[in-house]
């Protein structure tokens, strides 16, 4: 062993350059060594294919990569890129001739080639051989992450990260909505009868009608009736209502709609009423009085309340009346037959009631009126008639000649009478502030800027049809035309207020009548009151 560690020796300081070349002794001591490394190196690469296979990858590796023994590649390059794990090869696992396999340079050989170009020493090709071997060093394993779930990606700075949504609040189920009623037809309003401190206002239902009850309105201008009915909340389910606490002397205005549950109709026509103020009865009629009609030849007169009731005053008789009757409306209107004895009575629907002499020639009755009828006016030989209502319209029977009229237009005051003119044929209509409409009659009535002061409640023509008579609520007279002024020289003041003027067909005279069937005459006989 001392031997072979001294040949060993020799040969090292013979490499080193500090020792001539060894004696023969050592140089079978070195081919000893060497013939051993081989059956070594022979030996174990049989043993272990393994390791074999993996010196053959690395050799190609190295020869496909050109590495130069003299380059500086001494240690791996870092890197920055990633390793995906499952390229990671484990030793002893080379299944792939791209795995990242090295050749590491020998230092040893790199100085032998150095020194053999100085020319310091010669070796034996045998010995140059076996020291440019180089060993296959595999690289360095990088070990798997510890967990084998993927990294969870980088947030985008473009995307606004999620906002917190609010927690759900529970929502009741939409209820089923129901489509509302249909409105029912607006009612036909039939009038309003003036009372003390009060009005009675009665309606009648269309036909087919829905309306399970009724809402009454009340104003003091024509068409600002009040939203809030004067029954409250509570419907009306007969037809009539009567509006108390009213203030005598004032005109109110009415309008009544349908109701079907939580629906409500249209407004109906409109009417009107003037309360009275406290009074008794004069005679058998019980009030209120509302108008009187006198004979062809001036001797007699009827007068006629609003429940249809007739009192007859000289020299005529009682010929009937709608008094005990049902009445779909109140009576508004007697009038007398110019050409014999009758009369008609006329309600605020329309309807006309023929007695005596007097013919029938139809009514407003069977018609939808938009307001309701305050006078009745027959021809010079009483063989047709109109009716007015109180919107100005004009419904023209018998020989009655359709002249025009105010239906359709805005008016700030009701229509309350009408006058015909024998001349023409043609007639006047008559406002509540005393304004006069002439159609196919010559101009008539006051000039602008002195009407009346108060309402005016009646109208009458003269004999000749050529003037006419205004009467108000306080019994103040205008006369225009070839109608003379016979008074009152004042106003009256009577315990009831005035309700109609009639003229004297025998004369020039007239007469006046209150709502407790009072009569005041001018120019003409008196036959009685009540």
Not at 2 to 14: A, D, G, P, R, V
Not at 274 to 284: C, L, R, S
Not at 392 to 402: K, Q, S
Not at 420 to 430: E, F, P, R
């Amino acid at each position: 062993m001392n031997s072979w560690l001294q040949s060993m020796k020799q040969w090292t300081q013979w490499l080193m350059g500090e020792a001539p070349l060894p004696d023969g002794r050592s140089k079978a001591m070195l081919a000893g060594t060497v013939a051993a490394a081989a059956v070594v190196a022979v030996g174990i690469p049989a043993a272990i294919p393994s390791t074999t296979a993996a010196n053959a990858a690395g050799q190609q590796v190295a020869s496909s990569a050109g590495q130069d023994a003299n380059s500086s590649q001494y240690t791996v390059p870092p890197t920055t890129s990633t390793v995906d794990p499952s390229s990671v090869i484990a030793p002893g696992s080379v299944t792939s001739t791209t795995s990242p396999y090295y050749v590491m340079p020998d230092p040893l050989a790199a100085n032998w080639k150095q020194r053999r170009a100085s020319g310091r020493h010669r070796g034996s090709a045998s010995a140059r051989s076996k020291s440019t071997a180089s060993p296959l060093i595999p690289a360095p394993v990088l070990a798997a992450p510890a967990s084998t779930a993927p990294a969870a990606p980088a947030p985008d700075p473009t995307v606004a990260p999620p906002t917190a949504q609010p927690p759900l609040i529970p929502i009741d189920p939409v209820p089923v909505l129901e489509a509302p009623a249909t409105p029912p037809p607006a009612p036909l309003v039939t009038g309003a009868a003036s009372f003390v401190g009060s009005a009675l206002v009665t309606w009648e239902a269309p036909a087919n009608s829905t309306a399970t009850g009724y809402d009454v309105f009340i104003g003091l201008t024509p068409g600002m009736e009040s939203p809030v009915p004067l029954n409250g909340g509570t419907p009306v389910t007969g037809s009539s209502y009567l509006a108390t606490g009213l203030t005598s002397g004032k005109t109110y205005y009415f309008t009544v709609r349908g109701r079907t549950g939580g629906t409500s109709s249209a407004a109906s026509n409109e009417v009107s009423a003037i309360p009275f103020n406290a009074y008794t009865p004069i005679g058998h009629l019980f009030g209120p009085v509302i108008s009187m009609a006198s004979t062809a030849d001036g001797t007699g007169y009827w007068l006629a309340t609003a429940t249809g009731a007739v009192s007859p005053h000289g020299s005529v008789t009682d010929l009937g009346s709608m008094a005990g009757l049902r009445l779909a409306a109140p009576i508004t209107k007697i009038v007398a037959d110019p050409k014999g004895v009758g009369y008609w009575e006329v309600a605020a629907d329309g309807g006309v009631f023929a007695y005596g002499s007097a013919p029938f020639e139809g009514a407003a009755s069977g018609l939808t009126l938009n307001s309701p009828i305050v006078d009745l006016v027959p021809t010079a030989d009483g063989n047709g008639y109109w009716e007015v209502a109180a919107d100005g319209g004009v419904f023209a029977y018998g020989d009655a000649a359709f002249a025009g009229s105010l239906g359709g237009t805005t008016q700030s005051v009701p229509t309350v009478g009408m006058a015909a003119d024998d001349v023409t044929g043609g007639y006047w209509l008559v406002s509540a502030n005393g304004t006069v409409t002439g159609f196919n009659a010559p101009p008539l009535g006051p000039q602008p800027g002195s009407l009346p002061v108060g309402p005016v409640v009646g109208v009458a023509a003269t004999p000749t049809g050529t003037g006419l008579w205004e009467v108000t609520r306080a019994g103040a007279v205008y006369a225009y035309g070839d109608a003379a002024f016979l008074g009152p020289m004042a106003a009256l003041d009577p315990a009831a207020p005035v309700t109609a003027v009639a003229s004297d067909p025998s004369g020039d005279g007239y007469w006046l009548l209150s709502a407790d069937g009072g009569v005041y005459s001018y120019g003409s006989p008196f036959y009685g009151a009540g």
